[in-house]
C-alpha cells in the first residue's frame, strides 16, 4: 500500500505479544530501506526504530532490540487499596544499573543523608509482601512507623 502524498510504500501494521507486553509493529518502504517501529500499545509508547534493506531484517532488529529493552523492566502487580493496610516487603531502584534492593530494615540502615538522596531520585519501587507496587505516598507513611 503506498501513502498518499509521501514517499512510503509497503506499509503494514501489526500486533504481537512479547512475555507481558503488546505490541504494535509498523512498517513500510522509505526510498530503498525498510522502517520497522515498535510501540508499546498501551500506554502507546514508542521502543524502538530500526531500518535495514529487508522487510524481514528491519523487524528482526526491531523485535530484538525491543526484547533486550523489555527484558531489563521490572514488572510488577498493580497496587489495589482494600481495607488491609499493605505491608511494606523490599525498595527497588532499578536504575542505574546495577539494581538494588533492600528490606526495609536494611533501608533504614542506610544513613539519613544518604536514605534521602535514594527518596528524592524518584527511581525508587516500593514493593508489599504480595508483590504489589505500593504508591510513594503509602511506602513513605509506612517507612515512618517502621522507624519509630
Known sequence: ????????????????KMAVWSLQIITYRLSTKYVCIVNNVDPGATICRESASTREAAQRR??????QYLSGTITL??????AIEPSLAKIVQPKPEPSKTFTVAEFLG????????????????????QNQLIPAGTAMKLLSEASA
Request: charged share 25%.
Open 110 to 129: 542506610v544513613p539519613l543523608q544518604d536514605r534521602m538522596k535514594y527518596i528524592l531520585s524518584g527511581t525508587l519501587a516500593f514493593v508489599s509482601d
Open 62 to 67: 526491531a523485535l530484538e532490540r525491543a526484547n
Open 77 to 82: 502487580d498493580p497496587f489495589v487499596p482494600d
Open 1 to 16: 500500500m503506498k501513502v498518499p502524498g509521501t514517499l512510503i510504500s509497503e506499509y503494514q501494521e501489526k500486533t504481537v
